[in-house]
């Protein structure tokens, strides 16, 4: 028989799952609608059906665990807590659900940990013992791995890099405060950016052309390839501020790597190499030369998956 672990990405529209093998070799994966699922008793019953089928479905293996990795996860408690994007509100204690329900070990942390592990386990960091994953997306999430643990702290939300203020009095943030780093560091951190380059600037640019609305970092990026005079300042800023947020963190931990992920790292080497450079020039003299900036070493359309994998994985270790 051979082991594997359901691996389960929980979003706020969908739930993507997988099995997957040690080696990180995703052999089934199937999804349902989380909206189609008001009560969570009842999407924990559907979630569970559905990853028995699926084993059923391949001959020769058994499930060994439950890896869940999904938004406001408290890895500590087994809980989601004040999820905004999910049905169920307040505090919900999901692991508890699904050990009614099945009898594996079942564990649960926020997308942005499962990405570290996944990038321990699967990906870039494999021999590395500290190092920090940020996620470049519509926010800015972030897994600090020290000493070979992923660090959740004293409540086990730890690791809120895109909540550290690096500017004071800056940008309003979704949290309820000004200038957090996921203002600025982020896709939508980016398009902010842009839309104050282009009232303040004088340049021709195809970004005036574009409704605000539709304004994505994949269209800014793709601008700045081509030598757009705002899309090139909005990005050299934006891998200003990207330092300034890893220079901290750099002060705190201080990583081998800060691997980078998620729709913003698309841009490659037009963010990557400023932002190494913005990076040595913000960190203190002791931390010049010491820290690589990487992009992810997952696949990016099975980094979800595998992070959960890597999270159920490394707690059967
Ligand atoms: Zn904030």
Known sequence: MKEVVAAIDLGGTNTVFGLVEKTGKIIAEDRLRTTDYPEINNFVSALVAAINRLSKSKAGIKLVGIGI??????????????????????????????????????????????????????????KMKNFIVLTLGTGLGSGIVV??????????????????????????????RQGCFETYGSASGLVRTVLNLLSEMKEESTLRDIPPS?????????????????????LDYTAEMIAFGIA????????????????????????????????????????????????????????????AAALAWNELK
């Not at 390839?225 to 909005?234: G, H």
């Open 69 to 126: 990795g999904a938004p406001n996860a408290n890895y500590h408690r087994g809980t989601i807590e004040l999820a905004p994007n999910l049905a169920w509100k307040g505090i919900v204690p999901i692991v508890e659900y699904f050990r009614k329900k099945i009898d594996v070990p079942v564990a649960i942390t926020n997308d942005a940990k499962a990405a570290a592990i996944g990038e321990m386990i699967f990906g870039g960091a494999k």
């Open 214 to 234: 539709q304004l994505t970092a994949k269209k800014i990026a793709d601008e700045a390839a081509k030598n757009d005079p705002i899309a090139l300042e909005a």
């Open 248 to 307: 901290n963190a750099v002060g705190f931990s201080s990583p081998e790597a800060i691997f980078l992920f998620g729709g913003l790292a698309k841009a490659g080497e037009m963010l990557f190499a400023p932002i190494r450079e913005y990076v040595n020039q913000s960190v203190m003299p002791i931390f010049k030369g010491t820290v690589k900036i990487l992009p992810s070493g997952i696949p990016e359309n099975n980094a979800a998956v595998l992070g």
């Open 147 to 176: 000493n070979g643990e992923v660090l959740y702290g004293h409540t086990g939300f730890a690791g809120e890099l895109g909540h550290t203020i690096i500017v004071s009095g800056g940008r309003d943030c979704g949290c309820g």
